[in-house]
Nanobody, 123 residues
Framework: QVQLVESGGGLVQAGGSLRLSCAASGRTDSIGVMGWFRQAPGKERELVAAVTWSGTTTSADSVKGRFTISRDNAKNTVYLQMNSLKPDDTAVYYC?????????????????WGQGTQVAVSS
């Protein structure tokens, strides 16, 4: 089992920045990919960004150039630096990990999930 605890969400004005953190505990040696998903009201959960153990990343087109994912393997922690935030970024952000070492865009491919942290961007 892997436990995930997110932090860093909140309310910010458009154009502002937030940094999300997600710390993993438990069977951390089994973690391959760490990622961030988000889900807005009435919408499906979507991948924001993900990173492999070696540092290969992928991200949604809607956040490219604004969001950066990074990972500290020694601390079993993944970060999401969010800059130039827009009202459309408002959602609950979830940290997720998968044991498979390859990147995936699909929520169903991830094995463990955090409880979610709210990000709200005002216009």
């Amino acid at each position: 089992q892997v436990q995930l605890v997110e932090s860093g969400g909140g309310l910010v004005q458009a154009g502002g920045s937030l940094r999300l953190s997600c710390a993993a505990s438990g069977r951390t040696d089994s973690i391959g990919v760490m990622g961030w998903f988000r889900q807005a009201p009435g919408k499906e959960r979507e991948l924001v960004a993900a990173v492999t153990w070696s540092g290969t990343t992928t991200s949604a087109d809607s956040v490219k150039g604004r969001f950066t994912i990074s990972r500290d393997n020694a601390k079993n922690t993944v970060y999401l630096q969010m800059n130039s935030l827009k009202p459309d970024d408002t959602a609950v952000y979830y940290c997720a990990v998968r044991q498979n070492p390859f990147l995936s865009l699909l929520p169903g491919a991830y094995d463990y999930w955090g409880q979610g942290t709210q990000v709200a961007v005002s216009s």
